[in-house]
Structure formats: structure tokens, C-alpha cells
T-cell receptor, first 115, second 111 residues
């Protein structure tokens, strides 16, 4: 158990809908990262937040957005869902950002299925 | 920005050794290695930094060639528990710690 929690574990929805994925980082971790894992794309970095502020952006679609709240939990919002958005979405956390590289602790993931 | 890993898959017998390679077309500032077992989350193995600093797993070693923009993960005397998909992730110069992962190497250890 990494200490990172994600809810829900599974989500099934229809095309065009909007969903919210939730992540609680390990106690004390200020950075939260979101990754998308699909069969043909591997692990894709989406976005990172550090202490409530956006820190880095990867291959995140405009239909997707995220935020980190004062209690450090984070939410990833996916809208106008398409079949291709079906994937496993991981949240990870680490101690700090800045000029120091640290291990990331991954949550168990949310499996999203778009029908 | 995605690094390239090789081989894509490898099958070993217990006790055999393996090397997994990771290369990037861009300058590398850090290389992070993770292992993911089927249906589970990736788990941290090791970080290698420019200048030679490392931190990670006792039983797994890795190298980082900054000039060649490559890293290799060495798995010696493999055990059944080593099975899984290995990912290298590369960090950029900003130090933000976000990672761009390779497509993975599937390692299967058989008795």
C-alpha cells in the first residue's frame, strides 16, 4: 500500500459524459501527478500540481482539467468523453518539487471505461 | 519526449540475468525506474541523476550514461518476483519531477 488513495476504483460511463476522478496523496506529500495508461500508449504524463499550483503539464487534452485543493487532494475532470479516453488513470505523489528528484508513489488507479 | 526501451519483452529462467535499456533523444537529467505487476500500480525501483548520484533498490543496479543519453537496468540472479513490466521515466531540466515514461519492457521469469 503506497499511501495514495484514488476513488472510484472503476467507472463506466457513456460518450459525451463528464467524470471526476479523485486522489488523496500520501501524508506530507505536496506534489500530485496524474498519468494515463492505455494499452497502446503506455504511461502518459498528464499534469502535476505542487501545493495547489500547477507545476508541469504533459499530454493533457483540453477536455481534461485538474486541480489541487488546500487539503492537497486532487481531482481530474474529464469531459466530453470519447471511446479513446478509456484507460487506467493513476495518481502519484511525492515529497516535494523544486530542484530535487524524488520517487513517486502511485495510487491503485481508476479504471475508466467509456461505452 | 518519450524514451525508447529495449527489449520490448524478455523471458528468463530463475537465476539468469537481464539488462533493460532506456535511451532518449533529449538530454537526460534524471532517469527513474519503476516496475509494474499486472493489475497493480507502478512501484519505484531507482533514481539515477546527472553526476552519478543514485538512490533505490539494494538488489537492482543501473547505470546512467549522460553523454549517450542512455540508462540500463541490470537484473541479476532473477527471481520469480522480478516478473512484471519495467518502465524508465525521464525527467527534464526543470526539476519538476514529472516523468515521461518509455513504453515498457515486459519481463517474465519462469522456474
Amino acid at each position: 500500500d503506497s499511501g495514495v488513495t484514488q476513488t472510484p476504483k472503476h467507472l463506466i460511463t457513456a460518450t459525451g459524459q463528464r467524470v471526476t476522478l479523485r486522489c488523496s496523496p500520501r501524508s506530507g506529500d505536496l506534489s500530485v501527478y496524474w498519468y494515463q495508461q492505455s494499452l497502446d500508449q503506455g504511461l502518459q504524463f498528464l499534469i502535476q500540481y505542487y501545493n495547489g499550483e500547477e507545476r508541469a503539464k504533459g499530454n493533457i487534452l483540453e477536455r481534461f482539467s485538474a486541480q489541487q485543493f488546500p487539503d492537497l487532494h486532487s481531482e481530474l475532470n474529464l469531459s466530453s468523453l470519447e471511446l479513446g479516453d478509456s484507460a487506467l488513470y493513476f495518481c502519484a505523489s511525492s515529497v516535494t518539487s523544486g530542484l530535487r528528484y524524488n520517487e513517486q508513489f502511485f495510487g491503485p488507479g481508476t479504471r475508466l471505461t467509456v461505452l | 519526449q518519450q524514451p525508447v526501451q529495449s527489449p520490448q519483452a524478455v523471458i528468463l529462467r530463475e537465476g539468469e540475468d537481464a539488462v533493460i535499456n532506456c535511451s532518449s533523444s533529449k538530454a537526460l537529467y534524471s532517469v527513474h525506474w519503476y516496475r509494474q505487476k499486472h493489475g497493480e500500480a507502478p512501484v519505484f525501483l531507482m533514481i539515477l541523476l546527472k553526476g552519478g548520484e543514485q538512490k533505490g533498490h539494494d538488489k537492482i543496479s543501473a547505470s546512467f550514461n549522460e553523454k549517450k543519453q542512455q540508462s540500463s537496468l541490470y537484473l541479476t540472479a532473477s527471481q520469480l518476483s522480478y516478473s512484471g513490466t519495467y518502465f524508465c521515466g525521464t525527467g527534464d531540466q526543470t526539476g519538476a519531477n514529472n516523468l515521461f515514461f518509455g513504453t515498457g519492457t515486459r519481463l517474465t521469469v519462469i522456474p
